[in-house]
C-alpha cells in the first residue's frame, strides 16, 4: 500500500524541503517506519521515546484522527492521504 503523507513546514528538513511524499503500509506504524527510512530523523519528531504518538502532534488518515481509530494501529488504504499536524499554541 503506498499513501501520500503531508508534511508540515517544520518538518520539511527532513524532506529537502517537499511538503508531500509517499511511503508505504498498511498501518499508520508502517508508513511512519517506510518515511523513517527514507527521510532519516522524521519518526523520531512524531513519536516520543517511548514509540507513542507526541502529545502535541496529530495525526489523520483521511479525515480521521488515528488516536480514535487505533493509533499507530489505523489501517491505512492504498492511496490515503495522511497529514502530520503540529498542535499549535498561542493566546
Not at 523513517?36 to 522524521?42: F, R, S, T, V
Not at 497529514?83 to 493566546?91: C, K
Amino acid at each position: 500500500m503506498s499513501a501520500s503523507v503531508r508534511i508540515p513546514t517544520i518538518l520539511r528538513n527532513y524532506t529537502g524541503g517537499v511538503g508531500e511524499v509517499t511511503a508505504d503500509g498498511s498501518t499508520l506504524g508502517e508508513v511512519l517506519e517506510s518515511l523513517e527510512a527514507n527521510h532519516p530523523g522524521i519518526r523520531s519528531r512524531v513519536l516520543d521515546d517511548a514509540g507513542a504518538l507526541r502529545r502535541f502532534v496529530n495525526v489523520y488518515v483521511g479525515d480521521e484522527d488515528v488516536r480514535f481509530v487505533g493509533g499507530l494501529e489505523a489501517p491505512v488504504s492504498d492511496g490515503a492521504k495522511i497529514s502530520i499536524i503540529p498542535a499549535v499554541a498561542g493566546g
